[in-house]
């Protein structure tokens, strides 16, 4: 299996995201790339927003934000511990394939600190479960998000 490792994303990376934002399998689920790199960047400056990029070996593969859960408005996580850590992610063309692998080492990481871990895809984004399925993600539960969007809930616990 190959290593990953994860980096903090800086202001120099953004060129990089813009190009990843507007591959077509990534701008399905992540609209408008402008806009998205807009709220990437804002979040630069949350103090509780983590942004990664994900390695392996020296090529960036893919870009992962986590967060505590609780922290902003998203009510279809409400039942979940109160340390859990709520994860977006997305894959650069050349990560396709690694999705699984990198996320499931991240979060071996991350459950180091936390109990649980959670990602929130659309229902019918079947890659992306299949990949967070790899992972160690596993849930059934439909619920809306903060916006009203369906969103499936998937937990990897300790």
Do not use: C
């Amino acid at each position: 299996m190959p290593d990953y490792s994860f980096r903090p994303v800086t202001r120099d990376d953004l060129p990089m995201l813009a190009e990843w934002l507007k591959a077509p399998a990534v701008a399905e689920w992540w609209p408008d790339p402008k806009h998205q790199l807009a709220l990437i960047t804002e979040d630069l400056d949350q103090p509780a927003m983590r942004q990664l990029i994900a390695l392996h070996g020296e090529t960036p593969v893919g870009y992962a934000q986590h967060f505590p859960a609780h922290e902003w408005d998203a009510p279809h996580l409400y039942d979940l511990p109160q340390d859990a850590i709520a994860i977006d992610v997305f894959n650069a063309p050349e990560g396709w394939g690694y999705g699984g692998a990198w996320l499931r080492a991240l979060g071996d990481l991350l459950l180091r600190e936390v109990s649980a871990l959670v990602i929130d895809p659309a229902p019918e984004n079947a890659r992306a479960i299949r990949a967070y399925e790899k992972a160690g993600f596993h849930g059934e539960t439909i619920r809306k998000d903060g916006e009203g969007q369906l969103a499936r809930i998937m937990t990897r616990l300790r």
